[in-house]
């Protein structure tokens, strides 16, 4: 019987050494990366069966990269594994195409079980959270980060982490005056009128949660 291949991204290396010796017990474990652009060409050139992504990573977050697996054609199942246990992240995260979504200080038994829910073609949410998730789904609140673009929600990280506009150019393999239009465009979207308030925004919407 074909054993189930995980990639797993967690830029927590102490994390990820727990975890690798909880996944190698049950699956094959084809690799372990540390941010979400990562994730994306490892998925390419891996082609896992299942993912299991931290929602934290550098320039990419797990939630951005979902978004851009699943836009991309990937068949592999998405398991978000993180310390955030607000409903927000699980709402946001299943939007994007994740199929569960793991508290870390769950017991270990749950990420598995997580994993065999998912290749059987259900979906799993953290039992502490599920009804909150409900009813936040219930409430259909309004989201002000509809209103922004993959690429800006890209170049926002980028901005929260501290990366300058030519450095967000490099990376996206952008112009940097393209990487200045985005963050003015985000900010008359968005109504805020500085750099600071569209980080601060970035920090209490989830695109960089605070660890």
Same mark, same amino acid.
């Given at each position: ?16 050494? %727990?975890?690798? &010796? =909880? ?12 941010? #979400?652009?990562? =994730?994306?060409?490892? +998925?390419?050139?891996?082609? /896992? ?47 994007? #195409? ?9 017991? /270990? ?9 998912? *290749?059987?073609? #259900? ?6 959270? +599920?009804?909150?998730? =409900? ?6 609140? &309004? ?6 673009? /993959? ?7 980028? *901005?929260? +982490?501290?990366? &300058? ?10 112009? /940097? ?10 900010? %008359? ?8 308030? *569209? ?13």
């Amino acid at each position: 019987m074909k054993r189930v291949r995980v990639l797993l991204a967690d830029d927590h290396k102490i994390v990820a050494e %727990g975890l690798r &010796s =909880l996944l190698q017990q049950e699956f094959v474990l084809v690799g372990v990366v540390e941010d #979400g652009y990562a =994730l994306i060409e490892e +998925e390419k050139r891996l082609e /896992p069966d299942v993912i299991v992504a931290d929602i934290t990573m550098p320039l990419l977050n797990g939630i951005e990269a979902t978004r851009k697996l699943k836009k991309g054609g990937s068949k592999a199942k998405i398991v978000i594994l993180t310390m955030h246990s607000d409903a927000t992240y699980a709402r946001r995260a299943l939007d994007a #195409g994740a199929s569960a979504f793991v508290l870390k200080h769950s017991a /270990p038994s749950q990420l598995v079980e997580a994993i065999r829910a998912v *290749l059987g073609g #259900g979906t799993y949410i953290t039992p502490t959270i +599920e009804r909150s998730l =409900l009813e936040s789904n219930d409430r259909k609140p &309004s989201n002000s980060m509809d209103r922004l673009t /993959p690429r800006q929600r890209e170049v926002l990280q980028l *901005l929260a +982490e501290g990366h &300058s506009a030519k450095e967000i150019a490099r990376i996206l393999h952008i112009s /940097p005056r393209t990487a200045e239009f985005h963050k003015y465009q985000m900010m %008359g979207a968005l109504g805020i009128g500085s750099t600071v308030d *569209l980080i601060r925004f970035a920090l209490t919407h989830g695109i960089l949660p605070e660890k």
